[in-house]
């Protein structure tokens, strides 16, 4: 593999995942980047509006081929966060139903963890994440400021958290951790309180996480790793290239040698 060429993160899913880049609301995807400088690369493949059913064909072209060979750089982890848009109710366009949704999931983690998958990777760590809990008078605010027109509710905290039940099962069934952003919005929800009962502390719209909300999903995945991935721990993951204090001494021992 080329010295430049990093392993990488790889995080896969909706907006959710797209805006984590978004510095100006502390993304947690950019925040993971930060954490991961120069020891893995965190790559961002997360497409805005996108369901289960519309992200299932592109994750194995994400994913590299298992006959790529142990040269190429391979994802170390991959995050799926998947279920707002899933949530939309029965009669919009881009209703996943909940069986639907599950079945879709459980397929993307199989691509990783079956042997006769082609991208079968056994190195690759799985990380599900719920989707974050949706507050209702938050999305009405948000939907009646934005639009002229008075549209028919089209999702509801009950759908999205049905999806967010679903990818916790998913995760119990194949043994793998969760982070489970649908509770911890809500908990912090409750605690906060106030006008939108708390949900705009995580949420700008109900639905996509401002900075509180970013903070809060990246400190979750960072405890997941730390705890079910110690090896991930980006506290114990060398750089790829040396320190500049590391490289000085190599180069002290290259002239010590050379002048021997």
């Known amino acids: 593999m080329p010295l430049l060429a990093y392993d990488t993160i790889v995080c896969f899913g909706d907006s959710l995942s797209q805006h984590g880049w978004d510095v100006?609301?502390?993304?947690?995807?950019?925040?993971?980047?930060?954490?991961?400088?120069?020891?893995?690369?965190?790559?961002?493949?997360g497409f805005s509006g996108y369901t289960s059913r519309w992200t299932l064909p592109l994750l194995p072209q994400v994913l590299p081929l298992s006959s790529a060979g142990s040269e190429q750089p391979r994802p170390r982890l991959l995050t799926i966060l998947l279920g707002s848009n899933d949530a939309f109710l029965p009669d919009q366009q881009r209703h996943v139903p909940v069986a639907e949704f599950k079945e879709n999931i459980t397929r993307m983690v199989a691509m990783v963890t079956d042997p006769s998958s082609p991208n079968y990777s056994p190195e690759t760590r799985l990380l599900l994440i719920t989707p974050p809990a949706l507050g209702a008078k938050l999305y009405d605010h948000h939907r009646a400021s934005t639009y002229t027109v008075v549209y028919p509710v089209d999702r509801t905290p009950e759908s999205v958290k049905a999806c967010a039940d679903a990818m916790r099962e998913v995760a119990v069934e194949m043994s793998l951790p969760c982070v489970d952003l649908w509770a911890a919005v809500e908990e912090g929800a409750k605690e906060q309180g106030g006008e939108f009962e708390g949900y705009d502390a995580y949420s700008w719209d109900a639905v996509h996480l401002?900075?509180?909300?970013?903070?809060?999903?990246?400190?979750?995945?960072?405890?997941?790793?730390?705890?079910?991935?110690?090896?991930l721990d980006p506290d114990v993951i060398p750089f790829v290239v040396p320190d500049h204090r590391e490289r000085a001494l190599m180069e002290e021992r290259e002239k010590a040698q050379a002048s021997q």
């Open 24 to 45: 100006s609301k502390n993304g947690w995807v950019a925040q993971l980047s930060q954490a991961y400088l120069r020891r893995l690369d965190v790559v961002n493949r």
């Open 210 to 231: 401002n900075k509180g909300g970013n903070d809060l999903l990246f400190g979750l995945v960072m405890k997941a790793i730390k705890t079910h991935y110690p090896e």
